[in-house]
């Protein structure tokens, strides 16, 4: 949940800046506390779907695009890594139905 909670904070934050708002500004058109903005970019509170829905509307953009991609939550890891990963599975999986 904290790995949701911090890439909802910073797809919040990059969204903001790419708008050239500041916290106060987006707080101010959404109807929240500055603060709150800040504590939701730092992934430090669980935001109400109603404050979800009143920040996607003063970024205007659509609620989907405040949630982060497994591409912002998972790792980065190398091709060459994520192929012993999958070997690796491959074979815990084979083991296991053997079992």
Do not use: W
Not at 1 to 16: D, N, P, S, T, Y
């Amino acid at each position: 949940m904290e790995a949701i909670r911090q890439g909802l904070g910073k797809r919040i934050r990059f969204l903001r800046k790419s708008k050239k708002l500041t916290q106060e500004q987006l707080a101010e058109k959404a109807g929240l506390c500055y603060k709150y903005i800040g504590e939701i970019e730092r992934g430090e509170v669980n935001p109400s779907l109603k404050s979800m829905v009143e920040v996607a509307t003063a970024l205007d953009v659509n609620i989907q695009s405040l949630f982060p991609t497994e591409d912002d939550i998972l790792p980065k890891i190398s091709h060459k890594e994520l192929k012993t990963i999958k070997e690796a599975v491959t074979i815990l999986s084979r083991t296991f139905k053997k079992l």
